[in-house]
């Protein structure tokens, strides 16, 4: 007769208890591991989009809006330039600008941004010439005297300024602060500017064209500007 000896079958039953118990604990780890990675790779890829969104509407809008009516300077039969007589003509306009409620500064350095201008006849991707920022100017004239004097391209000219009818070398746009809070190139919150263009002769615009100004900085959207030249009856031409 086989004798058992009393509790192996009971101590057998253990081991495999405990061992089931390991197995079960390694598979919890396992999957425990494998639920943060999973998890970690979700929050990247949510941020990441977060990011891209954010950026993506910085991009799309526009950090610039205008802040006032457009003008311009008219060139009619009792301006000085006699090429107006017959068929008046607009020697330059200024378009103010200045940073939405809430949106980020431009810097508008020559480097950093280029102004694209369009009409009835011309097509040019950038005329900007570059900013002047050393001090205010409250008056176009002013501002183009001192592009003149910086000789800046399209203002290298003596005594070259749009505003007393003696039209500039080549179509060309220079910015400008009215008001002004430091004298770098960045307009900031508070600050206002002015985009001013002057006409080549050849190219100044008449009544019923359609002008359009855009405002390229680095980073964010553009601002664009357009405008149809109304009668011109005299000097300063309101633009809307």
């Known amino acids: 007769m086989k004798l058992q000896r009393k509790g192996t079958r009971h101590s057998h039953r253990g081991v495999i208890g405990v061992e089931s118990a390991i197995v079960m604990i390694a598979f919890v ?6 639920a943060f990675v999973v998890l970690n790779m979700g929050f990247t890829t949510s941020q990441k989009a977060k990011t891209t969104i954010i950026s993506g509407l910085g991009e799309s809008s526009s950090s610039m809006q205008v802040a006032g009516k457009v003008t311009a300077v008219g060139c009619t039969s009792t301006s000085s330039d006699t090429t107006c007589a017959t068929t008046p003509k607009i020697n330059a306009t200024a378009y103010p600008i200045k940073v939405t409620t809430g949106g ?3 810097n508008l350095e020559l480097a950093t941004t280029a102004v694209k201008y369009l009409s009835n006849s ?3 991707d950038d005329i900007y010439s570059g900013p002047i920022s050393a ?3 409250r008056a176009l004239k002013g501002a183009f005297e001192e592009a003149n004097t910086d000789s800046l391209t399209g203002f290298s000219c003596d005594s070259c300024n749009p505003v007393n009818g003696t039209t500039a070398s080549q179509t060309a746009a220079i910015i400008y602060w009215s008001v002004q809070t430091n004298t770098n190139a960045i307009l900031d919150q508070g600050e206002h500017a002015v985009l001013a263009i002057g006409f080549a002769a ?3 615009p008449q009544a019923l ?3 359009r100004a855009e405002i390229i900085p680095a980073t964010g959207a553009s601002l664009s500007v357009e405008r149809q030249v109304p009668t011109i009856t005299t000097s300063v031409v309101d633009l809307g």
């Not at 780890?29 to 494998?34: G, P």
């Open 209 to 211: 064209d359609k002008i």
């Open 202 to 204: 050849a190219e100044r």
């Open 29 to 34: 780890i396992v999957a425990a591991a494998l």
């Open 122 to 124: 011309v097509e040019y």
């Open 135 to 137: 001090e205010e100017h």
């Open 104 to 106: 980020d500064a431009v």
